[in-house]
């Protein structure tokens, strides 16, 4: 069974950092890209990005400007999102999801981790 | 960037009812449009891919249609588990504002 399990909640406050996981299990991880989805509160949801487990290859939302950055441990078949100076507009949910490719070319995000909220204030 | 037009934002229907919502993309993007069904405190759940591809497991009373920049999702005889916000997906990024679908 796929399964993308996620890191609990974190409250911190500004200018910290904060580092949260996605474990991936149940197929070959190093295959799928996982991407990175975002709801502040009471908003719609944004994609961030989109990282390649295999050789860490990685496309980011260009309104992002630099954070936060998308990492992988293969080994532990384990995707990051990573904040270095935390702001109060990073408080939100944060899913990750398995990006699955279609032989059309079409990509869609089939499953999901269960999510992580951060709470900056 | 391609930006991601869906309306409307939300909609009040009974159980029962046929309930479209549509997306519009800044540029044509083939049949690249993806809908996600996301319910408070769950994760977002894959309902319709390429367009018009049912996922599996997904009840057939979902349909979804289009192809270029205009995209439609039908929910055909409404029921209780329905009630939640769908999103569209231009595929390879953004997502369209979202539907509150409010009995």
């Known amino acids: 069974e796929v399964q993308l399990m996620q890191s609990g909640a974190e409250v911190k406050k500004p200018g910290e950092s904060v580092k949260i996981s996605c474990k991936g299990s149940g197929y070959n991880f190093t295959k799928y890209w996982i991407g990175w989805v975002r709801q502040r509160p009471g908003k719609g949801l944004e994609w961030m990005g989109v990282i390649y487990p295999e050789d860490s290859d990685s496309r980011y939302r260009p309104s992002l400007e630099g954070q936060p950055t998308m990492s992988v441990d293969k080994s532990i078949t384990t995707a990051y999102l990573h904040w270095t100076t935390l702001k109060a507009a990073d408080t939100a949910m944060y899913y990750c999801?398995?990006?699955?490719?279609?032989?059309?070319?079409?990509?869609?995000?089939?499953?999901w981790g269960q999510g992580t909220l951060v709470t900056v204030s | 960037d391609i930006q991601v037009t869906q309306s409307p934002s939300s909609l009040s229907a009974s159980v029962g009812d046929r309930v479209t919502i549509t997306c519009r993309t800044s540029?044509?993007?083939?049949?690249?449009i993806n809908w996600y069904q996301h319910k408070p405190g769950k994760a977002p759940k894959l309902l319709i891919h390429t367009a018009s591809t049912l996922q599996s497991g997904v009840p057939s009373r979902f349909s979804g249609s289009g192809s270029g920049t205009d995209f439609t999702l039908t929910i055909n005889t409404l029921q209780p588990d329905d009630f939640a916000t769908y999103y569209c997906?231009?595929?390879?990024?953004?997502f369209g504002q979202g539907t509150k679908v409010e009995i």
């Open positions: 540029q044509s993007i083939n049949n690249f």
């Open positions: 997906q231009q595929s390879f990024s953004n």
């Open positions: 999801a398995r990006r699955l490719y279609d032989s059309s070319g079409s990509v869609s995000f089939d499953y």
